[in-house]
């Protein structure tokens, strides 16, 4: 037991998938489970092909001191081709993809890059809950830090599990004294909008209830299933689960 509880660092996708329902938690997370795995897609495939070109621009020290030029083969070299139905329908997605890069290099060219990690995972724990995050970027500020993270999907914001992990983390990790802030910026890299959330600091040390009580449940094995239309719809375990939801039939 003790090395489970040991092994347990909450994520926040850890946090969420318990919250959508335990039982996918369980498909996706706890050894004894079947493993299910979600179809490739041309939209995740997409995400995680930007993801990664953005990790490696940074890695070569930030768009002021990487030319557009270079931009097309930092894709290239990291292009994932699952999901797409036509080559056509790829090529497409790969033009966004080098666009959306070189708009972001555009804007942010005449900043100085000031990035403290580029997709480290961070552990750190608080109150005995231990926690494992992986920003998409941390940057300095002054005073303060900017933690940033990159989105594809139209719709897409931060989560309050997001950002509470993080700033908790990045809080111990750091030692921040309260007059140096962390902010938190989401990068909607398709459409170059970019939107900063503020979380409250004493927002963030409330949720630390919520963690330790939801990973004493995790510990505890309560994976009993949440079935609903919206979290059963999208969820990866929907063919295999047999308490997936299923709407009624007029025979029904
Ligand atoms: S199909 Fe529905 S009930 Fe089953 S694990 Fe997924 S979300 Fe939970």
């Known amino acids: 037991m003790k090395n489970l509880e040991d092994a347990l660092k909450l994520s926040p996708s850890r946090v969420e998938a318990y919250e959508q329902c335990p039982r996918l938690y369980w498909y996706r997370y706890e050894p004894d489970s079947p493993k299910v795995t979600r179809p490739p897609s041309a939209a995740l495939s997409f995400g995680n092909s930007l993801h990664a070109a953005m990790r490696s621009l940074y890695q070569q020290g930030g768009p002021a001191h990487v030319p557009s030029a270079h931009l097309p083969a930092m894709l290239a070299a990291v292009w994932r081709s699952e999901g797409y139905a036509r080559p056509e329908e790829e090529q497409a997605a790969k033009r966004r993809a080098v666009a959306a890069l070189v708009n972001y290099r555009e804007r942010n060219r005449s900043y100085p890059t000031r990035s403290l990690y580029v997709e480290s995972f961070l552990e750190a ?12 970027r941390v940057d300095t500020l002054s005073p303060g830090l900017l933690a940033v993270e990159y989105k594809t999907g139209r719709n897409a914001k931060l989560g309050i599990h997001q950002m509470a992990i993080a700033y908790l983390v990045l809080w111990k990790l750091l030692r921040r004294p309260s007059d140096r802030p962390i902010r938190f910026l989401l990068v909607h890299l398709d459409s170059g909008q970019e939107q900063e959330q503020e979380l409250a600091e004493e927002k963030a040390f409330e949720q630390l209830a919520v963690y330790s009580a939801l990973r004493r ?20 375990a929907g063919r295999v689960c ?3 939801f299923k709407p009624l039939s007029r025979e029904d």
């Open 125 to 136: 724990a608080l109150d005995d809950v231990p926690f494992l995050v992986r920003p998409d």
């Open 217 to 236: 449940r995790i510990l505890q094995r309560e994976f009993l299933a949440a079935p609903s239309a919206g979290a059963c719809a999208f969820c990866e």
């Open 242 to 244: 047999v308490y997936s």
